[in-house]
């Protein structure tokens, strides 16, 4: 039988039997390490304690948060959201008009600032930073710069 360790209180307990794992609070997010393997990981990617982790909270209101599952689909708008902001990003970056875009004002006028006190070398930045968004998957556009707190998200 597997043994595991787990990351509580901020100590590391164990080794144990799965079923123990539940006595020290697994949940999804739950740091745990078995032994043998490389490295601590999240209780939620190890496929052997799927069938004893407690299931996710259901979302407030019955909404639900597809950007941050990478098993649910992301939003079908998602991909021409993503086009737009990258040309933007690419054409006019300098003036942060792709931020305006994706609601992130904030960041606009940092870059509108930015590109100001560089003379234009931010521009360049966020010419690259169009090309990076070009090459992401939707998913991963979706969880870098829509559904971030993030007050300016780069690269």
Request: with cysteine; aromatic share 12%.
């Amino acid at each position: 039988m597997a043994q595991y360790f787990i990351y509580f209180q901020g100590k590391q307990v164990g080794p144990m039997e799965k079923e123990a794992l539940l006595n020290y609070g697994l949940n999804r997010d739950s740091y745990v390490w078995e032994v043998g393997t490389p490295s601590w990981v999240t209780a939620s990617s190890v496929q052997e304690l799927a069938d004893i982790l407690p299931p996710a909270p259901p979302f407030p209101n019955g909404q639900s948060n597809n950007y941050n599952n990478p098993n649910l689909p992301v939003d079908p708008e998602m991909s021409s959201k993503k086009l737009t902001a990258a040309l933007l990003a690419i054409i006019l970056g300098s003036l942060g008009i792709h931020y305006f875009y994706l609601g992130k004002g904030v960041a606009g006028i940092i870059t509108i600032v930015l590109s100001m006190c560089t003379c234009g070398i931010w521009g360049i930045l966020m010419f690259v930073q169009g090309i990076i968004m070009l090459t992401m998957t939707d998913q991963q556009f979706a969880n870098k710069y829509v559904n971030t707190n993030s007050t300016l998200p780069l690269f």
